[in-house]
């Protein structure tokens, strides 16, 4: 029994205990905004900004404070006079509020808790025109106009430790106007607004120019690019109809196997029809010949229900095997029929398809050909350009060209002269000097050197200078010029050739291969 009394008494304990928290919790949540500060005093002091939290019912108070912007509009009551003694007002906008420092807000919720937004207004006010009436008396009346900046930054530098101690802190500031009852600002600005309307004459007659430049320019750049847009459009066309007649011939050809597999498909077709059709006649006149003979069963069992004679059954046994006797010869006609029309058929298909074949082969042909003739006429297009060079490039190197062409035959001249010697099978030498087939020998050097001479008096061209341009003197040194001729440019005779083996190839490379 006790035992459930105090069971029972733990019980009550737990249930007032939770609906403490529950009162608690309802009634003590608070959740502060970001503009907003909740102070909390009582058994704590806490600040709360744009978080949750929980006050205690009855032993803690919730006060608040807001942290928006305050506008001021700050101005001197009286003129004060400047560093260069001009008595001169101004006229300010400020942005203030309340710091959201944890330190400063203390201090802020000390001077300010459950006052208006006008109160905090007024005093900022006064501190703030006391210092801006501090910073005028410091500097002369044509900075401050000049740099207004500049003075705003030392107005609020200086009033920020007074805001500060306060609990405040200044966002913005301000300068709107300065004035003055003498007129000493306006005729500050007489001279400026000479120079300003003297520097805006200058600028605007140079923008005119800069204009006028910059038309022409454009203009020039406009006509450029108008003509290369032209010519851009005509070689776009030219080869949009290259293409144009490429795709024409390619789409006839196409066109053409495509009409062709369309006869043949169509004539596969007629001939299933064909086929079909017939087996449905034989078909049909197999369900005629079996309901006549249904028919004819039904009329012997009529004649025989009728007890007709023998004679007559006789008779009509024999009429029923003629009758078979003309309907088997008919099916074997009709199969035989059948047959030929099949084999005709056939022979007209594979008749069909031999002529198909040899169009094809016709076309082929005919394409090889076309391609043919256009190689062989580009091969010669290519070889006339290629001579017109080469004669180019003769003209243009004149005795270079020669002197190479000397010399590329100057083996085989050797050799021709050489050759009689070679014919020689037993030399005997009877006195003289010299040194036996060595003096021999010797000959076809000495016959070269009088060609070189005979050239050098028809043509004047040393071929000596031109074979010593291969020695160490001539590349080292590069001493030599033979008419024009230096080893560091290949002949014109060489280039011309190799021009005309590039464009023999290219024309090779670009031939169509027959299919």
Do not use: H, W
């Not at 058994?43 to 032993?59: E, T």
């Not at 008595?87 to 710091?99: F, M, P």
């Not at 040194?477 to 033979?482: A, D």
Request: no cysteine; hydrophobic share 40%.
């Amino acid at each position: 029994m006790l035992e459930a009394v105090m069971a029972y008494q733990s019980l009550i304990i737990v249930l007032v205990i939770a609906v403490l928290v529950i009162v608690i919790l309802t009634t003590g949540y608070i959740k502060a905004p970001p503009d907003t500060a909740y102070i909390i005093s009582g058994l704590r002091k806490k600040i709360i900004i744009g978080k949750a939290s929980i006050k205690i019912p009855f032993f803690e108070r919730m006060d608040r404070l807001s942290l928006k912007l305050i506008p001021i509009d700050v101005k001197t009551s009286t003129a004060v006079p400047t560093a260069d003694y001009i008595n001169i007002q101004v006229d300010a906008a400020v942005n203030i509020k309340i710091s959201s420092d944890n330190q400063r807000l203390s201090v802020a919720a000390e001077n300010f808790l459950n006052q208006d937004t006008d109160y905090i207004a007024r005093v900022a006010r006064e501190v703030l025109e006391g210092n801006m009436r501090e910073i005028v008396g410091r500097m002369k009346l044509e900075e401050m106009v000049s740099d207004r900046q500049k003075f705003a930054e030392l107005v609020k530098e200086n009033a920020m430790p007074d805001l500060a101690a306060m609990g405040l802190d200044i966002i913005s500031f301000n300068v709107q106007n300065f004035s003055d009852s003498n007129g000493v600002i306006d005729d500050l600005g007489i001279d400026n607004i000479s120079q300003i309307k003297k520097k805006a004459a200058i600028a605007k007659a140079e923008a005119d120019k800069e204009i006028a430049v910059a038309k022409a320019e454009a203009d020039r750049q406009a006509s450029d690019a108008r003509i290369n847009a032209e010519r851009e459009i005509a070689i776009k066309n030219n080869e949009l109809e290259i293409q144009k007649a490429e795709l024409k011939k390619d789409a006839d050809v196409k066109q053409a196997e495509a009409d062709a597999a369309y006869q043949i498909e169509q004539e596969t077709q007629r001939k299933t029809i064909e086929i079909t059709s017939a087996n449905a006649n034989i078909a049909k006149q197999e369900r005629e010949v079996l309901l006549k003979q249904k028919e004819a069963e039904v009329k012997e069992k009529a004649l025989d229900a009728q007890i007709r004679k023998q004679a007559e059954a006789e008779k009509y046994a024999q009429q029923q095997r003629s009758d078979a006797q003309l309907y088997a010869r008919q099916k074997e006609a009709e199969a035989r029929k059948f047959e030929i029309q099949q084999e005709a058929e056939a022979q007209k298909a594979k008749a069909d398809a031999e002529r198909y074949t040899k169009e094809r082969e016709a076309q082929g042909i005919q394409m090889v050909g076309e391609a043919e003739a256009e190689a062989a006429r580009a091969k010669g297009i290519a070889e006339a350009e290629a001579m017109e060079k080469k004669a180019l490039a003769y003209q243009k190197y004149n005795n270079a060209a020669m002197a190479e062409m000397l010399i590329q035959i100057l083996p085989e001249v050797a050799g021709k002269i050489a050759e009689p010697l070679s014919q020689i099978d037993k030399i005997t030498i009877i006195g003289g000097e010299g040194s036996g087939l060595d003096g021999v020998s010797q000959n076809v050097p000495a016959v070269m050197a009088k060609l070189f001479e005979s050239m050098k008096e028809t043509t004047g061209i040393d071929l000596k200078e031109i074979v010593r341009a291969g020695s160490y003197d001539a590349k080292v040194n590069r001493n030599l010029n033979v008419s024009g001729l230096t080893l560091t440019q290949p002949s014109a005779a060489a280039e011309a050739e190799q021009e005309t083996t590039d464009a023999q190839k290219s024309q090779a490379e670009d031939e169509p291969v027959a299919d």
